[in-house]
T-cell receptor, first 114, second 114 residues
Framework: DAEITQSPRHKITETGRQVTLACHQT?????MFWYRQDLGHGLRLIHY???????NKGEVSDGYSVSRSNTEDLPLTLESAASSQTSVYFC?????????????FGEGSRLTVL | DQQVKQNSPSLSVQEGRISILNCDYT??????FLWYKKYPAEGPTFLIS???IKDKNEDGRFTVFLNKSAKHLSLHIVPSQPGDSAVYFC?????????????WGAGTKLIIKP
């Protein structure tokens, strides 16, 4: 069965360290997204990609970067982790031009920055 | 500028009764509205959607109503079951060039009491 997987599921790091969260999907979807979920804010879009070599900033992109070198993967990098980036991160994917906008989500990566 | 709002952070309902979750939006350009359900330590999963040209969509125990004049939608769950206890997110889809984006509400935590 096709799926979307995130790793690591849990990560504790120190302020200033570089952290990379992996996202891998086997749906062959063109669209991939990274969100963060914080209490009272719902899901906020960090970065997104509509295809290989395409990346775009979302509403909370400062301090984060992504790259899309193939269809399956969209790693999220925190260049210099800050305590404000302690959150649960979700990766999602969807097919291009899906009328309903349905996204498929990974199980999340909980990141703690000390 | 919160384009999609879920004003109730939580809702408690007796098992077997109707659960009604509400969502308000401000942008008339949204063409689809979606509801997602999220259990703890899991990613959100798609539940039901409605096109902006419809006023009702039903799927088993779940019905979504859309009132365009009031810019309001609601999700009805009848009858409510213990497994329905989760966080429910409302999302609205808008077109962006040849693709689309989802705008998310902050979520409502539904608790079904036995």
């Amino acid at each position: 069965d096709a799926e979307i997987t995130q790793s690591p599921r849990h990560k504790i790091t120190e302020t200033g360290r570089q952290v990379t969260l992996a996202c891998h999907q086997t749906w062959n979807h063109n669209n991939m997204f990274w969100y963060r979920q914080d209490l009272g804010h719902g899901l906020r879009l960090i970065h997104y990609s509509y295809g290989v070599h395409d990346t775009n900033k979302g509403e909370v992109s400062d301090g984060y970067s992504v790259s899309r070198s193939n269809t399956e993967d969209l790693p999220l990098t925190l260049e210099s982790a800050a305590s404000s980036q302690t959150s649960v991160y979700f990766c999602a994917s969807s097919a291009r031009r899906v009328n309903t906008g349905e996204l498929f989500f990974g199980e999340g990566s909980r990141l703690t920055v000390l | 500028d919160q384009q999609v709002k879920q004003n109730s952070p939580s809702l408690s309902v007796q098992e077997g009764r109707i659960s009604i979750l509400n969502c308000d939006y401000t942008n008339s350009m949204f063409d689809y509205f979606l509801w997602y359900k999220k259990y703890p330590a899991e990613g959100p999963t798609f539940l039901i959607s409605i096109s902006s040209i419809k006023d009702k969509n039903e799927d088993g125990r779940f019905t979504v109503f859309l009132n365009k004049s009031a810019k309001h939608l609601s999700l009805h769950i009848v009858p409510s079951q213990p497994g329905d206890s989760a966080v429910y997110f409302c999302a609205a889809k808008k077109r962006l060039d040849s693709n689309y984006q989802l705008i998310w509400g902050a979520g409502t935590k539904l608790i079904i009491k036995p």
